[in-house]
């Protein structure tokens, strides 16, 4: 059960729940745009893998 609500914006449901706070929203897009630019996307799975994995989290 989600602690805090998701706001009703496109995209993954972490982003619907960071949506609650625009500021940081923003900045994690500005980070994602950022890795994307510069990483391959095998690279960037791999890291969405590893920090899932890492916290214990469902991928």
């Known amino acids: 059960m989600a602690r805090l609500p998701e706001v009703d914006v496109e995209g993954t449901p ?3 729940t960071l949506a609650n706070a625009p500021s940081i ?3 994690f897009q500005q980070m994602d745009k950022a890795l ?3 990483l391959e996307p095998e690279i960037m799975e791999l ?3 590893r920090a899932a994995s890492n ?3 469902d991928y």
């Open 55 to 57: 916290n214990g989290c």
């Open 25 to 27: 929203l923003d900045a």
């Open 36 to 38: 994307n630019d510069i």
């Open 47 to 49: 890291l969405r893998l």
């Open 14 to 16: 972490f982003k619907k």
